[in-house]
C-alpha cells in the first residue's frame, strides 16, 4: 500500500520507447491501480467540452475485422496527453464505453455524449490481441 501511495505522488515518467506514462501525477486524475482511476468530475466536464482538443493529443482511426467495424485504434498518443494519463497506450483498440459497441463513428459520439452524467466509465479494449477493461471513477 505504501508502494502505491508513493507511485501516486510521483512525478509523471514516460518511457521513451512508448510515449506512455508509468505514474500520474494529476489533481484531477489519480491512478489507483493498472486498470483503475478516480477523475473529478471538473476535468470530465471540461475535456468533454472540447472535442477538437482531444482530437489532437492522439490520431484515431475506425478499426475493422473481418470487414466490419471494430472500434476505434489510437496511435501517436502524446505524452501527457488525457489518453496517456488515463492508461490508453499507442495501438490501444477501444471497442466498449460503459457497455456499449463503439463500432461506428456515430455509436461513439453517442456513447461519449453521454460520459458528462456519468458516475463511472469503463473502456473495453484490445491491446496486442488481449482484451483489457480500464474503470474510471468520477468524483
Do not use: C, M
Not at 26 to 50: A, C, F, G, P, W
Not at 59 to 75: C, D, N, S, T
Not at 108 to 137: H, M, P, V
Amino acid at each position: 500500500r505504501a508502494r502505491a501511495a508513493r507511485a501516486a505522488a510521483a512525478p509523471p515518467t514516460v518511457s521513451a520507447a512508448e510515449g506512455t506514462p508509468t505514474a500520474v501525477d494529476d489533481k484531477n486524475i489519480k491512478k489507483l491501480s493498472d486498470s483503475d482511476y478516480v477523475i473529478t468530475r471538473q476535468e470530465v466536464q471540461n475535456r468533454l467540452s472540447n472535442l477538437n482538443q482531444l482530437a489532437t493529443e492522439a490520431r484515431i482511426v475506425p478499426h475493422f475485422e473481418g470487414g466490419k467495424g471494430a472500434g476505434f485504434k489510437l496511435f501517436s498518443i502524446r505524452p501527457g496527453s488525457l489518453y496517456s494519463k488515463i492508461g490508453i497506450t499507442n495501438g490501444d483498440v477501444i471497442q466498449r464505453i460503459n457497455g456499449e459497441d463503439i463500432d461506428s463513428p456515430d455509436k461513439a459520439f453517442d456513447a461519449w455524449r453521454r460520459l458528462k452524467d456519468a458516475s463511472s466509465i469503463q473502456i473495453e479494449l484490445s491491446r496486442g490481441g488481449t482484451k483489457k477493461k480500464l474503470n474510471y471513477q468520477i468524483q
